[in-house]
């Protein structure tokens, strides 16, 4: 049995179906019984071949049938994407060890998005064209942005540096999106410079924010640790400015 998409044709698969039910939250064992349950519901139709909204159907229907409707309700939001090809931004920001990375590639492989970007790549960018005289605070961390940042006024000068590092990098981020959604592109974008209200926004945009944080203090500072196991970045350089990550937690949440 085939399974017409458009002008490609491929025969049925059931750990491919599978992979996409594991994804949208269903454990592999069950997410491949119900995909072996979709092919039979589809072979007893002794039909050559089937549409890929007959392959929905029946998944949507098994799912159902199981109980299982927060994962079709995922499901769907996956088929609208990719069928609708409707350009939309997917905002994850919050400090410094929260999952921002995490959870972007986790979520754009569920829905099938395929632009994941980062706004240290902006930073990035930025810093290699603007000098370092004119943006100062551009020009270190940001739990560590105070000390580039050059102010005779009185206050929270970690807080100060990091709005104008965060809305500096924010305003060239929202000219990335506008690209993004002018060329018609599905894109997630992650980074501790996404400070909702920080810069403002077209209402009217397809753009999606959200905030994550880490509410435990012990967890937040093993999430460094952990992350060294796949990555070069010295847990240590972020454990010894917990204080000030926690502090960006705290004023961006």
Known sequence: ???????????YSAPMLARVLALAG???TRALDVANRVGRALESRRAPTVGVADVRDATAAELHSDGEDETLRRLRVRWWLRGERCPVVLAVGGTSGVGKSTVSRAAAEMLGVE??????????????????????ALSDSSFSAQRMFRSNLEGNRLLAAFEQQAAIVSQASVFLVRRALKE????????????????????DWPLFSYVLTVPDLGEHERRFTARFLTSDRDPQQYVSRLHAIRELDEYIV
Do not use: F, K
């Open 26 to 28: 269903l454990p592999t």
């Open 115 to 136: 632009a994941v970007l980062s706004t240290d790549l902006v930073r990035a960018v930025l810093r290699g064209t603007l000098h370092p005289g004119l943006v100062p």
């Open 1 to 11: 049995m085939d399974v017409v998409d458009g002008d490609l044709v491929l025969p």
């Open 184 to 203: 018609g592109m599905q894109v997630m974008l992650s980074g501790v410079h996404l400070v909702p209200g920080l810069v403002d926004v077209p209402e």
